[in-house]
């Protein structure tokens, strides 16, 4: 990375531009679920029109139209950077949890708000403003590297990020975080009852099952088989599916040439379509965004945990970051990987560290009915006032280090 990047203070207005052009659509989509234009229901056919249509056609489209596998060599990092953030951010709010003194349920709250980031909404549509407006972001190892590039790498970036977010949430985070409270069963107790005749009878029925052991064992592994396939399946979504398939036509040069080459007929005809998809998902994703803030005053439990709504929100937007963003910086200075010399990375990198918690998680605690009202309180005050000041310190800091790492 050798440009002349401008400095700190010269770039604040231009971030706080971006930052509010986000946040304009996101106070539109909230004003109209204040004036019951997007109701809950809405905004839920809303969002999953999106997740199943028009996000596939963006993850597509950013993909496959200028993905080459010279830009596959550092996307391994990713994953790395996700267990190492994910770890650190759980450790913060075990930690933080034991000095508010939380009790067991509190705790998993805590930590799951810590851990599970919005890693899709938001940051997609502020990476996008950002690559379209930013100077210094362009990418040396990619001859002429252009904005529609650099927001293309933030997307796939972003995607795989959310992919691997969203396996975690909906397992570890559904089914033990945010698990639904046990129902105790109180059950007499039932004493065993000796009787001769009965033991004569399950020594038969012993000898019967010992035979068919063998038989039952390679059932048994079929079985298995076919609930890891099923697993799988499960996991996959559509953005997913369109990732994969967006790799699969950037990698075969005649596919690539069927899509994008601007004379061919599904280039004129399919590829168009899918574009014209594409550029309604951004502006959808930030007018639900807005509209999930909306909380109805009936709503509202005066039993919240004011605590347990601090406490959370300080592990996920400040000592995480705190933490962090001084290791990135570090990493993206002195490590000869390749990835972290790509600036959009880099300020993808810093946005997903101090990044509000996962909407999603709303749906999570209304499906367990568990902490429904804590969570509106944490998504409020996160989204509402701290995601603005946040999101330009974090881009101030991403710039910082890109400029700081091109001059080693």
Sequence with gaps: MQHDHPPVTELALPVFESVLQVVFIAFAGYLSARANLLNKDLQ??????????FTPCLVFIKIASTLT??????????LFIFAFQSITFFAVAKVSSRLFHLSE?????????SVF????SYPIALITTLAYSMHGLEWDDI??????Q?????????VIYSQLGMIVRWSYGFKYLLAAPAIEEHNVPILPIIDSGRQSFDSEISLKSDTEEFTSRRVGQRHWIKLFGSAVLELMNPPLWSMIIAFIVASVPILKNLFFD?????????????ESGSNVAIPLIVVVLGANLYIPKSDIQTTSSKKLAWSSIMCRMLISPLLLCPVLALAARYLPIS???DPIFILVSFLLIGSPTAITLSQICQINGVFEDVMSQVLWWSYGVFVIPSSILLVLAGMETIRWASSA
């Excluded at 839920?44 to 249509?53: H, I, Q, R, S, V």
């Excluded at 596998?69 to 990713?78: C, H, N, P, T």
């Excluded at 349920?105 to 708000?113: D, L």
């Excluded at 650099?150 to 972003?158: D, P, T």
């Design 105 to 113: 349920a509190e705790e998993k709250f805590a930590i799951a708000c």
């Design 69 to 78: 596998f010279e830009k596959l060599g550092g996307l391994w990092m990713i």
């Design 143 to 148: 001859p002429n590297d252009s904005q529609s």
């Design 150 to 158: 650099i927001a293309s790498r933030g997307i796939l970036y972003l």
């Design 117 to 120: 980031q919005n890693s899709n």
């Design 262 to 274: 601007k004379s061919s007929f599904v280039n004129m005809t399919l590829t168009r379509a899918i």
């Design 339 to 341: 990835v972290l010399d």
């Design 44 to 53: 839920k056919n809303l969002g999953n029109l999106n997740l199943n249509l």
